[in-house]
């Protein structure tokens, strides 16, 4: 009988996964009120039935699967995980998310079209979770690192243009900072052709959990672009350091390899060097 009850749980859990990601709320709703029936009938029969052991291992592993297989379920009945990661990212770019609401302009640079037009209430509530849930969702957003984390953990230089993402999902650089911000050395002209010719980032490129590192199992050699207004020096010191790379810190804007071919192209032979040793 335990064995039967563990099996009807199990079936029960795959028809309300089922439900859940065809988003079929009646069909949901009935699973669960068949699911609590049956669960109500395995909790009497282990409860009552004192004359003989029941199978321990069956408990226990039906749980378990339980449990596993209810961390595939889709975002459904709530949608609160939206905030959660929303508030890790907030902390990680080292912003009280007591603060600010959601659709505050502060907080533009750490939009994206996967989180943000999910979150409930986020053009006039701040979060409502207390500290020892922030820092639990600050923990899964260094568990789970993306560039955007990354990116947004200093604060960005005022002639940085990475503008948020748009409608379709793509990011592109404010034209009236690309010069300043992306190609400083270069002249007015070429920087013009630059920003036409360069495309837009899929959001996507930016928002994708970071789940294997290259440097952990690969030397890594590394330049610092001190003028770099696109991405902070500091955070590149920081990631470089972190890789155990070796560093070489140039005099330019991002388009270091540009300005300082020469230069750019030593590290990259000494590099290459250095492996096939």
Do not use: C
């Not at 820092?135 to 503008?163: C, H, Q």
């Not at 050699?221 to 155990?244: C, H, Q, W």
């Amino acid at each position: 009988m335990v064995s039967l009850l563990a099996a009807l749980l199990l079936a029960g859990e795959a028809a309300g996964l089922a439900a859940q990601f065809g988003r079929d709320l009646t069909a949901f709703i009935i699973v669960a009120v068949l699911q609590g029936i049956v669960w109500a009938a395995a909790a009497a029969v282990v409860t009552r039935s004192t004359d003989r052991p029941h199978p321990l291992a069956v408990i226990l592993g039906t749980a378990i699967l339980l449990r596993l297989l209810a961390l595939s379920a889709p975002v459904f009945l709530s949608d609160d995980i939206n905030r959660y990661i929303w508030d890790g990212r907030v902390q990680a770019a080292g912003i009280n998310p007591y603060r600010y609401i959601p659709a505050d302009p502060d907080l533009a640079r750490l939009r994206d079209e996967a989180i943000y037009p999910n979150i409930n209430r986020n053009n006039y509530a701040p979060t409502i979770y207390p500290p020892v849930a922030q820092m639990l969702f600050l923990l899964a957003n260094r568990v789970g690192e993306t560039v955007l984390a990354l990116a947004t953990s200093v604060p960005p230089a005022k002639e940085n243009g990475i503008l948020p993402p748009d409608a379709a999902g793509f990011i592109y650089y404010d034209k009236a900072k690309f010069h300043a911000g992306f190609v400083a050395e270069q002249t007015r002209p070429k920087a013009d052709f630059m920003y036409a010719s360069q495309g837009p980032i899929s959001v996507k490129a930016f928002v994708t959990p970071l789940t294997e590192a290259a440097w952990k199992t690969k030397p890594s050699f590394a330049i610092v672009a001190t003028e770099d207004k696109s991405i902070d020096p500091n955070l590149e010191r920081k990631m470089y350091k972190r890789a155990g790379a070796k560093v070489t810190e140039l005099k330019g804007s991002h388009t270091i390899f540009m300005a300082n071919a020469k230069a750019v192209t030593d590290v990259i032979e000494a590099a290459a060097k250095t492996i096939n040793k």
